[in-house]
Structure formats: C-alpha cells, structure tokens
C-alpha cells in the first residue's frame, strides 16, 4: 500500500527556518520524481521543489530558489524540504507527492495528506 506521511510543519517568524519529511511506503524514492506542492489560501497549488527520476537532478520554483534545498535518503526512504529565511508568503499547506513530468499536480499519482506551514510575526 502506497504512503506519503508528511511532517514537520508549524508555525514560524519570518526568517525563521523548518524542515519538512515525507515518510514513503510502496515504493523507493527512485521509482518516482518526488517532491513538494503548496497551496496557499485562496490560491492554486504550485510544484515547490521535486527530484527528477530520470538523472536525479532537482527542480525549484523560482519563489524558494537559493532558500529551500530538496534532499531524500534512501536507507530511511524519506524525502526532505529544508526551508530557510522563511517569508510570509510561503504559508500554505505542503504536500508530498510523486508521480511523472513535468511537476504539475496532473502529473502526480499520489499525495500525502499535507501539513501546514505558518509563517508569521
């Protein structure tokens, strides 16, 4: 049966910095380009971060770019955002998520269930 757990979100300052894991069950990391969404209230969900299947090689929007590093471990089978220099707009619910290309929400086959990330003074 196929898991994506989500953790590691809160509430933080600006500035501050958090540290999301998605624990995966089903599959390996490798079988999958696997990473990040985000939906913001009101807004549409947008791809955040992802590692591609075919070569490894990582995707950023360009909002988190220089700020968020996407990292997985293989022996734990689990997948990392490191957020830093957090902003307020960043606040939205973070979803783990896998599937094909490009990173676009049509191109995912499976979801965690998210966990929200606040940033605020």
């Known amino acids: 049966q196929v898991q994506l757990v989500e953790s590691g979100g809160g509430l933080v300052h600006p500035g501050g910095s958090l540290r999301l894991s998605c624990a995966v069950s089903g599959f390996f990391l490798d079988d999958y380009t696997i990473g990040w969404f985000r939906q913001a209230p009101g807004k549409e969900r947008e791809g955040v971060s992802c590692i591609m299947s075919s070569d490894g090689s990582t995707y950023y929007a360009d909002s988190v770019k220089g700020r968020f590093t996407i990292s997985r471990d293989k022996f734990k089978n689990t997948l990392y955002l490191q957020m830093t220099n957090l902003e307020p707009e960043d606040t939205a619910v973070y979803y783990c998520?896998?599937?094909?290309?490009?990173?676009?929400?049509?191109?995912?086959?499976?979801w965690g269930k998210g966990t929200l990330v606040t940033v605020s003074s």
């Open positions: 998520a896998a599937g094909g290309e490009p990173w676009e929400s049509y191109a995912m086959d499976y």
